[in-house]
């Protein structure tokens, strides 16, 4: 440290060299280096399950504020794979929160839907057209105005999630192929649920309207046919 710091001293130009790689380090590597990582080694930074996400507890104390103050901080990816010769069918959900908070999601694997249009309910769905052959769930208690807190998932500031959905291609998707586009709407706060003893309520509700306009999709992927 102190000759860097007689490099300083006699040396401006190498002052101001060592002041940029600390910002690079600092602010830019954060964002830049996952992409990198995720472009060589997608199987490694993919990110976790979302069913293994912390669960929330004790919400009407423990909440992010800027969770709660982030703006649309959600960006959904869809990602299909390749119809088998057994028509099987793989399709692959990142959840990306890209806010400096922490978000609450409503999430629960098999509460997911899949259907041939948007059903219009709040939650993890996704849009999948032709319908496959096996695989379409509807929404169970649609709507409601409180989660249990174990179905309510924290997703970390610039965090990824992710989850798979196993279907069975219809004969039309494997002949011709189709596409799917994913969902999470979101229009309730949720109302708090009982908490530990003793815990004080800061926050009157979960927080769970994160989103902006109530709802995020992902771009529409296409399901190409088998080879």
């Known amino acids: 440290m102190s000759a860097l710091l007689r490099l300083d001293r006699n040396n401006p130009n190498a002052f101001i060299g060592i002041v940029l790689l600390v910002v690079l380090v600092v602010f ?35 909440q992010s504020i800027l969770g709660r103050q982030a703006q649309g901080p959600l960006q959904l990816k869809l990602t299909a794979g390749v119809i088998n010769d057994e028509g099987e069918l793989v399709m ?4 990306v929160n890209i806010s400096l908070g922490t978000v609450p999601i409503a999430f629960q694997a098999d ?14 769905g996704m849009i999948i057209q032709p319908a496959p052959d096996a695989g379409i769930r509807a929404r169970a208690n649609p709507n409601p105005e409180t989660y249990a807190e174990g179905d309510i998932r924290l997703l970390g500031p610039r965090q990824t999630c992710v989850h798979s959905l196993d279907l069975v291609a219809s004969a039309s998707m494997i002949s011709d192929g189709g596409s799917a586009r994913a969902w999470y709407r979101m229009r309730a706060a949720g109302e708090q649920q009982p908490q530990s003893e003793g815990v004080r309520e800061v926050f009157a509700d979960q927080g769970l309207d994160i989103l902006a306009e109530s709802v995020v999709f992902s771009e529409e992927v296409d399901i190409a046919p088998r080879a």
């Open 28 to 62: 830019v590597l954060p964002d830049r280096l996952p992409g990198s990582i995720a472009g060589l080694s997608p199987q490694l930074f993919a990110g976790i399950p979302c069913a293994r996400l912390p669960a929330a507890k004790d919400l009407a104390a423990h």
């Open 92 to 95: 692959r959900l990142s959840v």
């Open 111 to 124: 509460n997911f839907v899949v259907a041939e249009a948007d059903d219009n309910t709040d939650g993890f």
